[in-house]
């Protein structure tokens, strides 16, 4: 006997759906209007009730999720597509809340606007286990960021402009101070543990390591094969080691020598290193002449040293590691312990002086990214053995591979605007303004660029800032002030989500990564009063905008409850006054209060994180949870409205704590108090306040 996963089963139903959704589809258009009303579709019971304050009798409303029911769960049926396909307008939450809701869309053949709500505040990260790196552009302290709340948790004083990067695992940020001759690292506070049936990611205050490493000018860092390789021009010399060296600085650390000082490059190849050759002939001559290949014993075992003259830039794949030099691309491929090169060569007509100085990569992707020229980039292929061109529209500064898949370019140009591209053909597919313009010149600061599952950070030197990207939407999520002139950035933390990971909530909480996934941020939104005035808002613009006759009325509608919220955020503050900050945490089945927690000073933890609640827990995760609980002498623990309260009486009874009154949470009730917005939120804070207090 065997058990189906209810959300695997809802997405086969799902997809059944949408192919029967597209054979009907043309019988679905929008019938001759009996009336002049708006037809409105709001995706959640809560979205509807902001709508309805709005609108007043001006529109006809159709809600797609039902009251009490969950949208995680929930599969929409034919008459969903039909009120789409003959909506004016769809309300939603966006961030991936309802992930259903594109191909819904698209089955009906819908013209309908869509209104994302979530893009009118700043969302939180979700699940993130993240924290960025940033460096200022003279010697102001390197900032430490924490993507959840975007707040600056940490500044390290340096000597030099430093040169921050990632780790193999992500955990630790190496500063490199070329200027001052030093080495340092810092502990991000994020590490993952093996806890048995569940890998479990912790978040810890971060810390400036017992790590320091004096070199002579060290600038050409490489993380590879789980090991770092740090080159220093000043000796020619090559420092190789691991996060065990960043951790405990006692830790052995190995050292290549090459024939003389150059600015040089070395790549760890586990097992291997690849070295760059420099001129000995010519001392003048700084670049290398080509590579060869030593075991960790030191031994040379291939060299192809004049095969890249003016060697500069590489990256790794797989079996392929690609240097750009003077005339050419080299490619080194392995196959076991067998090493050979690929000399691709620039085109005949290539303009004098341009040539690849600096590649990425993807592990997930056998081809590299090249710069080519100041308004050109090549797509180097050692499959095809092949170099094609890429044309931009102007000169630009950095460029990276979506962390995500490899499969877009991600391009910051001069005139402050972001670029996502297709590696494949090499077009852009979207742009977005995200930074000041700015110059090349001496002296003068530009943007950097790091990317991180569909996200971009980029640096604003000129605005003290640094700013995050949806890659996939290509709009800006959040701008964080780091103040000074940020430049340069490394991601760290949990980099990569695996099928066994825990996910963290906002706060200390616990979390399971399921089927269902929001994604990079938290959409539950609407539990911060403040966030429902931005929604009201934005609902208030786009019908104003879709039906100017009516604006007045949507306007002192809004007006008239964005007072009734103002006076809701005030009753949430002086009842939240009532506990003490001690007792002030919610555990709760799903983490969908987050946002209230920001707000109104709580913290949060749940056992299946910020995906559906009716996904089963790891028995390994249950336990721990339940012995928080116990450490940290919480009072009460809460059941949530759209899901069964037996996971919640279970940690109750396990924990000795009480079990508080059910909390409305993704959707409002069908009847009573709880069946509008502001009687939710006023149920909640009053059992919150009744078991906490």
Not at 516 to 530: A, C, K, L, Q, S
Request: net charge negative.
């Amino acid at each position: 006997m065997y058990t189906v996963n209810p959300l695997r089963r809802r997405g086969a139903l799902l997809a059944l759906f949408l192919i029967l959704t597209l054979l009907i589809a043309p019988l679905a258009a929008a019938p001759a209007r009996a009336d002049d009303k708006l037809k409105i579709v709001a995706t959640t019971s809560i979205v509807a009730d902001l709508v309805r304050n709005v609108v007043g009798e001006n529109a006809e409303i159709v809600t797609l999720v039902p009251p009490d029911s969950d949208a995680h769960t929930f599969t929409p049926s034919p008459g969903d597509s039909a009120a789409i396909a003959e909506a004016d307008v769809i309300f939603e939450i966006g961030l991936g809340f309802e992930d259903w809701l594109d191909g819904l869309y698209a089955a009906s053949g819908s013209k309908a606007r869509r209104i994302r709500l979530a893009n009118s505040i700043q969302p939180l990260a979700s699940n993130s286990m993240l924290r960025l790196l940033v460096s200022d552009f003279e010697t102001a302290p390197s900032k430490l960021i924490d993507i959840d709340n975007g707040k600056v948790i940490a500044r390290y004083e340096v000597s030099a402009p430093t040169f921050p990067y990632t780790s193999p695992t992500g955990r630790f940020g190496v500063k490199i101070q070329t200027n001052a001759n030093l080495i340092t690292a810092v502990d991000s506070g994020i590490l993952i543990e093996d806890h048995g049936d569940h890998m479990h990611p912790y978040k810890r205050e971060a810390r400036l390591t017992d790590f320091r490493a004096e070199g002579r000018t060290p600038i050409h860092y490489v993380a590879h094969a789980g090991q770092i390789a740090i080159f220093n021009d000043g000796n020619g010399e090559v420092m190789l080691l691991t996060e065990r060296n960043l951790e405990s600085p006692e830790a052995e650390m190995l050292v290549f020598k090459t024939a003389r000082p150059h600015h040089g490059v070395a790549v760890p190849l586990g097992d291997h290193i690849v070295l760059s050759v420099p001129d000995t002939q010519n001392m003048d001559y700084n670049l290398p002449l080509g590579i060869e290949v030593r075991n960790l014993r030191d031994e040379v075992v291939a060299s192809f040293a004049d095969q890249c003259p003016g060697l500069h830039g590489e990256a790794s794949s797989g079996n392929f590691t690609a240097f750009g030099c003077a005339d050419r691309v080299l490619v080194l491929v392995r196959e076991g312990d067998t090493f050979s090169v690929q000399s691709l060569r620039y085109a005949p007509e290539t303009p004098s002086g341009t040539r690849v100085g600096t590649v990425v990569g993807h592990e997930k992707q056998s081809f590299f990214i090249g710069n080519f020229g100041q308004t050109g980039l090549v797509r180097i292929d050692p499959v095809a053995q092949t170099l094609t061109p890429i044309s931009l529209p102007m000169r630009y500064s950095a460029f990276r591979l979506d962390a995500q898949t490899g499969e877009k370019i991600i391009v910051v140009t001069t005139d402050g605007a972001v670029h996502r591209l297709d590696a494949m053909t090499g077009k852009i597919e979207a742009s977005i303004e995200a930074v000041t313009p700015f110059v090349f010149r001496n002296r003068v600061p530009r943007p950097g660029l790091a990317t991180v599952r569909n996200l971009a950070y980029v640096t604003d030197p000129a605005a003290g800032e640094v700013v995050e990207i949806d890659l996939e939407a290509m709009n800006i999520t959040r701008r964080f002030v780091v103040e000074g002139k940020p430049v340069r950035l490394a991601v760290l933390g949990v980099l990569e989500k695996d099928e066994h990971d825990h996910d963290h909530d906002h706060g200390h909480g616990h979390g399971h990564d399921h089927d269902h996934d929001h994604g990079m941020f938290d959409p539950h939104i609407w539990t911060d009063v403040i966030n429902a005035q931005a929604m009201v808002r934005a609902i208030r613009d786009a019908l104003v905008s879709i039906d100017e006759a009516n604006a007045a009325t949507y306007r002192q509608n809004a007006n008239a409850y964005l007072a009734e919220l103002s006076a809701l955020d005030r009753f949430v503050r002086e009842q939240v006054a009532q506990i003490p900050e001690a007792n002030r945490v919610l555990v709760t089945p799903h983490n969908s209060f987050a946002y209230f927690a920001e707000r109104y000073g709580f913290r949060t933890m749940s056992v299946l994180g910020v995906t559906t609640a009716e996904a089963d827990p790891a028995a390994g995760a249950l336990a721990e949870l339940i012995e928080t609980i116990k450490a940290m002498g919480v009072k009460a623990v809460f059941a949530e409205n759209t899901s069964s309260p037996r996971l919640m009486e279970l940690i109750a009874r396990e924990a000795g704590v009480t079990l508080g009154r059910t909390l409305i949470a993704d959707a409002l009730s069908a009847t009573g108090e709880t069946a509008t917005y502001i009687g939710k939120i006023r149920h909640n804070v009053n059992a919150i306040v009744e078991a906490l207090k």
